[in-house]
């Protein structure tokens, strides 16, 4: 046995995900599937003892009791169908056709069948996608699940996520359609991520061919013969990939519980991807800048780690300043503005904590990150910090909070920011939002207050004909409704 436990490269740069993600949903779906599936064995075996209660009765007769092979039985059930062994006419055989029937249908329709990939039914373009999520049971998933984290994180970071998202679907795409080949016209379902997971490993093999992968090997039943070594990422790759041909052309034509074949397929696809990246410089020319961009955001600068440091020690006045020289070199660096604000907290001066949350909401915002401008906006009601005083700040969380579905919020803030800051650019926006969210509410004398209102305090707003329309439709409903 051969289990391999770690690879050299153990960091990444970025979270795995992608790669996550895909295990968590193969395990929800692991937990649904089988439990479904368990409820349709038990149902096909109670169908299956009814069918051998009448069988039984003619196995025997036909000279059929010593044998087992599927062939044979395969042939009794022919005779059965054609009435040569039962009349048709008989109650008997009508029941065992009804029963036959039933068993059938229940054994081709199992949630694997509804789910996995069946070649004769390759139409059904969507099995393409959830058969790579599927798995036949807890061992098939541990197994799957542990090579994708072990060599699928390292694969996610130096790719990006969409596109080993992409790539990784992509791979399970030419596995099945391999697999499909091979076994075309099948009524078997193809479930699992080996394919997927095998152009992971085929990309693994390329992209970091000299990185060596740790194995624990035991070789029954010679305890002595057990330990860890350490073997290149080539080697043991193309080990894999050896041993699915091997056996691909073995069992071809056979009936097997692994699809080799889609392993192939995967592992080609997996190979095919890395070598077109590094022969067409498609990762130092397009992907790898991309992410490095990405990178510098979350890397902590030097003048963060010195304020972090002088923070530590109690010099919140030096980490301010080293915080304010590092926000005038990056004016969008929202961890800074953060830590500013945390500071200015901590040393009780909350109206500069104001200015700096105030900064963070509005990057936020910026970034279209609304969920973090709101939890922003709350830390600062928490913490007894005065609200933001930008009108920009309190429109975008405004609007934020209506997109959330948390609309009296939403209209709170709005007319927060209409007392406020009446003679804003936003202010307008603002008041005619509430008319809207009044109008949809079927608020109408609100509606229509807010609309006479916004024409008589900003009579020269650019889009003064559409509110005029907007008060002859309200006028026309209130009419209807006074009748």
Not at 128 to 137: D, E, K, Y
Request: aromatic share 12%; glycine share 6%.
């Amino acid at each position: 046995m051969f289990l391999p436990l770690s690879t050299e490269k153990k960091t990444v740069q970025r979270w795995p995900i992608v790669t996550a993600t895909i295990t968590i949903i193969c395990l929800l779906l692991l937990i649904v599937t089988n439990t479904v599936m368990a409820l349709q064995r038990r149902e096909i075996l109670e169908l299956l003892m009814k069918k051998f209660e009448i069988e039984s009765k003619y196995m025997f007769d036909e000279g059929l009791g010593a044998i087992s092979s599927k062939e044979a039985y395969d042939k009794f059930e022919e005779r059965m169908r054609a009435g040569e062994i039962i009349d048709k006419d008989s109650r008997e055989y009508k029941i065992w056709e009804e029963v036959d029937s039933e068993y059938r249908k229940k054994t081709t329709s199992t949630i694997f069948h509804v789910l996995g990939f069946i070649p004769s039914k390759f139409w059904r373009v969507h099995t393409l996608f959830t058969s790579v999520l599927v798995h036949g049971g807890v061992v098939h998933f541990l197994g799957n699940m542990w090579f994708l984290w072990l060599l699928g994180c390292n694969i996610e970071d130096i790719w990006g996520r969409r596109n080993f998202l992409l790539f990784f679907f992509a791979a399970g795409i030419v596995a099945t359609f391999l697999h499909s080949l091979i076994n075309f016209g099948s009524e078997v379902p193809t479930i699992g991520a080996s394919g997927a997971i095998a152009g992971v490993m085929g990309a693994f093999m390329i992209r970091n061919y000299k990185t060596k992968i740790k194995f624990f090997y035991f070789l029954y039943p010679h305890p002595a013969l057990m330990g860890t070594v350490l073997v290149p990422a080539w080697v043991a790759m193309g080990l894999y990939l050896l041993f699915d041909l091997f056996y691909g052309v073995v069992s071809f034509g056979r009936a097997t519980g692994t699809a080799y074949w889609a392993h192939v397929g995967g592992f080609v696809a997996g190979i095919g991807t890395a070598v077109a990246f590094k022969a067409k410089g498609i990762e130092e020319k397009y992907i790898t800048p991309k992410l490095e961009e990405g990178i510098e955001a979350v890397k902590v600068s030097p003048l963060m780690d010195r304020a972090f440091k002088e923070r530590e020690k109690g010099n919140f006045e030096k980490a301010v300043k080293l915080l304010e020289q590092l926000t005038s070199q990056q004016p969008e660096n929202v961890d800074a503005y953060r830590e500013m604000a945390n500071i200015h907290t901590t040393i009780n001066n909350p109206d500069k904590a104001a200015d700096a949350f105030t900064k963070v909401i509005q990057l936020s915002l910026k970034k279209g990150e609304q969920e973090a401008a709101l939890n922003t906006y709350y830390e600062m009601k928490m913490r007894n910090i005065p609200q933001p005083e930008r009108p920009e700040a309190l429109y975008g969380l405004a609007g934020a909070l209506y997109r959330k579905g948390r609309v009296e919020e939403a209209l709170q803030m709005y007319q927060q920011l209409i007392k406020q800051f009446p003679d804003s650019t936003v202010a307008s926006k603002g008041v005619l939002k509430c008319a809207t969210v009044f109008g949809e509410r079927n608020q109408h004398e609100l509606a229509m207050s807010a609309y006479q209102y916004l024409l008589s305090r900003y009579p020269d707003i650019e889009w003064k004909d559409m509110v005029v329309s907007e008060i002859e439709s309200l006028k026309r409903k209130m009419s209807k409704e006074n009748k």
